[in-house]
């Protein structure tokens, strides 16, 4: 016989199949707002275009006493993103490039006139799809 402070199996059970089912809409709600969601959400809403816009590489450099350090960049590839938006019924029809600068150091050059200057920033990717079945 069950104890009063014990749950029975059948609560058990229902109480995990609510997790679940919890834990199941969150990730339904975090993949919508992904670019692979976003491009299938646009699909279904027969939309004509859809953009997307994404961070394909960043630039860190810094200014030392003297002379600038070419400090670190890191590339991101998106290939196989970009093939999963066009397997969605979106052809890819335009792509465009910025630099967005996030910073910038500078310091007076030792014993010369001038400055050395350090940008740091981002590269974005501006992707433009075409709907295929509109």
Same mark, same amino acid.
């Given at each position: 016989? #069950?104890? &009063?402070?014990?749950?029975? !199996?059948?609560?058990?059970? &229902? !109480?995990?199949?609510?997790?679940? *089912? %919890?834990? @199941? %809409?969150?990730?339904?709600?975090?993949? +919508?707002?992904?670019?692979?969601? +976003? #491009?299938?959400?646009?699909?279904? @809403? *027969?939309?004509?275009?859809?953009?997307?816009?994404? *961070? &394909?590489?960043?630039?860190?450099?810094?200014?030392?006493?003297?002379? /600038?350090?070419?400090? /670190?960049?890191?590339?991101?590839?998106?290939?196989? +993103?970009?093939?999963? &938006? !066009?397997?969605?019924?979106?052809?890819? !029809?335009?792509?465009?490039? =910025?630099?967005?600068?996030?910073?910038?150091? /500078?310091?007076?050059?030792?014993?010369?006139?001038?400055?050395?200057? %350090?940008?740091?920033?981002?590269?974005?990717?501006? =992707? +433009?799809?075409?709907?295929?079945? #509109?």
């Amino acid at each position: 016989m #069950a104890s &009063i402070f014990k749950k029975s !199996e059948e609560e058990l059970r &229902i !109480e995990q199949q609510k997790k679940e *089912e %919890a834990k @199941n %809409a969150r990730l339904h709600q975090e993949w +919508l707002k992904s670019p692979l969601g +976003l #491009a299938t959400t646009a699909k279904e @809403n *027969e939309n004509g275009f859809f953009e997307l816009e994404l *961070e &394909i590489g960043s630039s860190t450099r810094s200014v030392t006493f003297g002379s /600038s350090d070419f400090g /670190s960049h890191k590339k991101k590839d998106f290939s196989g +993103l970009l093939s999963q &938006i !066009e397997s969605v019924g979106w052809k890819l !029809e335009h792509v465009g490039y =910025y630099f967005m600068v996030t910073g910038e150091t /500078s310091r007076d050059k030792f014993l010369a006139s001038g400055q050395n200057v %350090a940008v740091n920033g981002k590269t974005m990717g501006v =992707y +433009l799809f075409r709907n295929t079945g #509109a």
